[in-house]
């Protein structure tokens, strides 16, 4: 019912505000909806059209006091409302009680209006569109100018009960739970926050009752002026539970209906009064982007690992590809585990859904990796052990479908193992059959002039190589594997033989390894910058020109030292021009298509002093001998385990050491996938197809080859890669999210990423896993990318995580602290092989420390000490 002109208008009229176009629906409904009429807003704009454009808000108040509605008003109100003695006068603004915007409490509501007060409490609400509180509220929710209110004059329910109701459980976030809270009374002391309130919280007809002592209530002032007043609970009635389960069920009933008709959860406002059950207001409960749905599909995800390959924001192109390539290399690693291809073939979307992107950033889903885990024939017969022995934290449902019998689990280990068994034996010379694979691969590619191949003739280049290399990775998953199996029985042997006298022999044991292929870029490196260093002229053009320059003249100096550092200088681009920060992730510009940025590492090292006599030391060999020494004098006339000890010790070493050097051919691998699309996104640029050729990185390797067969959803590629760019670098701009993130439901709708990160900082001192002995006392030097700090002087570095690109930065380092990682992460196994105390896996340090902060570090037992800077 509305008033306009003194008619009762259609129900569509916009004007008529949220408020009342929800309660004409509700009556639609056959709902029990107390009696209402709406003054629309445009109806109110055309009675304050006078005093409306009065800018002065003083004066513009004084003359909407002193309107005076028509007579023959309140004879319509009399004649709509003939036996009713008190009235609600509510807002019905016209973008009130929206999806996003509620309003909640912004404008006035007045309850128990006298009839001959309700012209002067329409005047309130409408003068409320002023307030500065509702000026503020559309400020903060950029809402802008307000368009206009209605105000709705309703039937006032003297309420025995009054309550709140909502479609889903705004509090957990459960879309399948129910919550109604209930006072004694009118709702006034509810919405208000005034009282405490029942709550009940309905599941699938049952109810969970939260039941408080309500020691007062809001009722009709008797003073006979309307208004409401508070009262004293008589203490008998103060624990009884406000609303009947007739009621609630009632409720319950009347939500799923709202919801239905609505297609939104809704928050209704009822009354009941003398047993009946009235319904005052609906609305939709907003921002439920917001709020997680705590009962849809639960996942955990971590990057506590994967940082250290993929660190900072990520590109599609790179994710797209390996997200395939984690895909199919765990799908190869569970059938040498003995699990069925059958059952691979059926839980494809567990093998899908191994990574995933939050911010830009990679993360390893933990629920999908539980799941990988629970298909082994292992978890059949001993699934906690099976949790210890893969370091699970974290337990999720697994799907019976996944769950072999106890016979068939048994027989699978057994095959298992004997088909393991031979694959550890035949390791060695798998990996040098991958290795001769991918050099003999890779030199094909070197040889071929990409720049003369069109995007199609790429592409198949691209799949040809993923065929050949890519798909052929079985060498390095079972090396992994076995490294990670020898690592932990070095690790228990030794803890087992030594009593846990010596916590961290077992990585002293591991220094020194010459084999490992990490450790020669920094010493080819440092042989560059001390071979400059040495000529007079080649120094001062390293220390006076900037990078590029200093390439140029290389390039053109026909002198036999510039000849000779060049043909140095190519030949490292040759072996390790793939090994940079970032070397995993496509869209990194390596140093073989940049050659001046591995200059700038040379130029930093030449400023430093940095030559091979000043950071030549014998550290990891002393640690590695006196671990040796220690181990022979506890296993002196023990011969079976001394012998056990030296086959394992052996044994962990060559697959560690092979694990890094593997992990290298894979970075060369990327660097010709790379190589591939760069040509890829040169050849888009050139045929107008993007703005810019390295825009071709913010495609998904599907969505590139789509539009090159023809497959593509999209042809106007300029216009998503503006998309992408520009949320990629909001991405970039924002704090990173935390390490382990807990999602519920659609993982991008709703969930918060950042909620670890927000707590406070570490109190007191610091600890971590100790990779690298050593006490260092220095400054702290927060480095987030290693391409803007030349040198450390003999600062301790710390950062969240580290790649191979980063030894280059090492060298100057007098420590090395690092929030994530692991003993076999990167940064600890170099940090030993130089000799540079090391600490990793140290929770809240970038929360607690600050570059200039003063600490010592033991790089032995893990242990940092924040010192006084004072002291």
């Known amino acids: 019912m509305f008033i306009k002109d003194y008619q009762y208008q259609h129900i569509y009229n916009p004007a008529v505000g949220g408020k009342a176009k929800n309660l004409l629906k509700l009556g639609q409904l056959n709902l029990p909806v107390p009696k209402w009429i709406v003054l629309p807003a445009d109806y109110l704009a055309e009675v304050f059209k006078d005093v409306a454009s009065i800018e002065n808000a003083t004066d513009l108040l004084e003359a909407i006091d002193a309107y005076r509605f028509p007579s023959f008003s309140l004879t319509q109100i009399e004649t709509t409302f003939p036996d009713t003695t008190y009235f609600a006068v509510r807002s019905s603004a016209i973008d009130e009680d929206g999806r996003q915007h509620s309003f909640a409490g912004q404008f006035e509501s007045y309850l128990y209006v006298r009839k001959e007060d309700i012209f002067a409490r329409i005047k309130d609400v409408w003068r409320s569109l002023f307030a500065e509180r509702i000026l503020s509220y559309r400020a903060s929710n950029n809402l802008g100018l307000g368009l206009g209110i209605g105000v709705i004059v309703q039937e006032m329910i003297d309420a025995d009960v009054s309550g709140v109701a909502f479609g889903m459980n705004p ?17 006034e002391g509810l919405v208000s926050g005034y009282l405490d309130a029942d709550n009940f919280i309905i599941h699938k007809g049952k109810i969970d009752r939260q039941i408080v002592r309500k020691k007062e209530k809001f009722i009709l002032n008797p003073a006979g002026k309307g208004g409401v007043m508070k009262m004293d609970v008589p203490r008998i009635h103060q624990n009884d539970q406000s609303i009947p389960d007739v009621h609630l069920h009632k409720l319950d009933s009347i939500l799923d209906q709202l919801r239905t008709e609505f297609n939104l959860f809704q928050d209704v406002e009822f009354a009941v ?16 982007d917001k709020v997680p749905d705590l009962s849809a599909d639960y996942v955990l995800w971590d990057n506590s690992n994967i940082i250290e390959s993929y660190p900072g924001v990520t590109t599609p192109l790179t994710f797209s590809f390996i997200s395939q ?4 290399a765990y799908k190869l690693f569970c059938a040498f585990l003995g699990v069925s ?25 933990l629920k999908s990796w539980y799941h990988m885990l629970a298909m082994l024939p292992g978890y059949s017969i001993n699934a906690r052990f099976m949790e210890k022995m893969m370091g699970v934290k974290e337990q999720f449902d697994v799907p019976k479908s996944y769950q072999l019998s106890i016979g068939d689990a048994w027989r699978s280990i057994l095959w298992m193992i004997l088909q393991m068994y031979k694959r550890f034996k035949s390791l060695p010379q798998k990996r040098t059959e991958f290795k001769a694979l991918l050099d003999t691969t890779i030199a094909k590619y070197k040889q071929i002039d990409f720049q003369r191949k069109n995007a199609n003739e790429l592409m198949q280049l691209y799949l040809h190589f993923e065929r050949k290399l890519l798909n052929q990775w079985k060498a390095p998953l079972l090396n992994d594997f076995f490294a990670m199996v020898w690592f932990g029985l070095l690790q228990k042997r030794t803890e087992d033989y030594t009593n846990g006298q010596y916590p961290n022999i077992h990585n002293d044991l591991l220094c020194g390894s010459a084999d490992i292929i990490s450790t ?12 400059i260093q040495e000529v007079d002229y080649l120094r001062a053009i390293f220390e006076s020109e900037d990078p590029e320059n200093i390439w140029r003249i290389l390039q053109h100096d026909k002198q036999d030292e510039s000849e000779k550092l060049l043909l140095q200088i190519q030949q490292y681009l040759a072996d390790f021009g793939e090994r940079c920060v970032g070397e995993l992730k496509l869209e990194t510009i390596s140093y073989s298509q940049d050659p001046a940025r591995f200059v700038q590492i040379i130029k930093s090292y030449v400023e430093a002093g940095i030559t091979t006599a000043s950071t030549d030391n014998t550290v990891e060999e002393e640690l590695r001998n006196d671990a040796e020494e220690k181990m022979k004098g506890i296993l002196r006339r023990k011969p079976l385990k001394k012998w056990l000890f030296r086959k394992t010790l052996k044994k962990t070493r060559e697959l560690v050491s092979a694990r890094e050097n593997l992990r290298y051919e894979r970075t060369r691998a990327f660097g ?18 993007l703005e810019f050729e390295r825009d071709i990185f913010y495609l998904t390797k599907g969505e590139i080859f789509a539009y090159i067969e023809g497959r593509s959803v999209n042809q106007d590629l300029k216009s998503l890669v503006a998309v992408r760019k520009d949320e990629f670098e909001l991405f970039r701009r924002m704090d990173a999210p935390s390490e382990r993130i807990a999602t519920y439901g659609a993982v991008y709708q709703s969930n918060d990423f950042f909620s670890n990160s927000k707590s406070e900082p570490v109190e007191g001192d610091l600890k971590g896993v100790g990779c690298c002995p050593g006490r260092v006392r220095a400054q702290v030097r927060i480095v987030l990318n290693p391409s803007e700090t030349k040198t450390l002087n003999g600062d301790i570095l710390v950062t969240s995580s580290t790649d191979p690109g980063w030894v280059t930065l090492f060298p100057s380092a007098g420590g090395i602290l690092v929030e994530r990682g692991s003993l076999l992460s990167h940064s600890a196994i170099v940090s030993r ?5 090391c ?17 010592e570090m033991d790089g032995n037992t893990g242990e940092i000490k924040i010192l006084d800077p004072q002291g």
Do not use: C
């Open 672 to 689: 010709v996938v790379r190589e591939l699309f760069t040509h890829i996104g040169k050849r888009f640029y050139e045929e107008d197809i």
């Open 520 to 531: 020669q870029p920094i010493h080819r490196s440092i042989a560059i910058a001390t071979f």
């Open 171 to 187: 509090i957990s976030g459960n879309r399948k739970e129910k919550l109604i809270s209930g006072v004694f009374g009118v709702g």
């Open 325 to 328: 390539s984690y895909e199919d």
């Open 839 to 855: 600490i990793v896996g140290i929770t809240g340090l970038l929360k607690t420390l600050k570059t200039g902060d003063w600490i």
């Open 833 to 837: 092989e130089m000799g540079i105390p």
């Open 273 to 288: 009064k003398e047993d009946v059950l009235f319904i005052l207001q609906a609305r939709p409960i907003t921002r439920l």
């Open 341 to 365: 291809e059958d059952s691979i073939r059926r839980n494809e979307r567990v093998f899908a859904n191994t990574l995933g992107l939050i911010n830009g950033r990679v993360y390893y889903n």
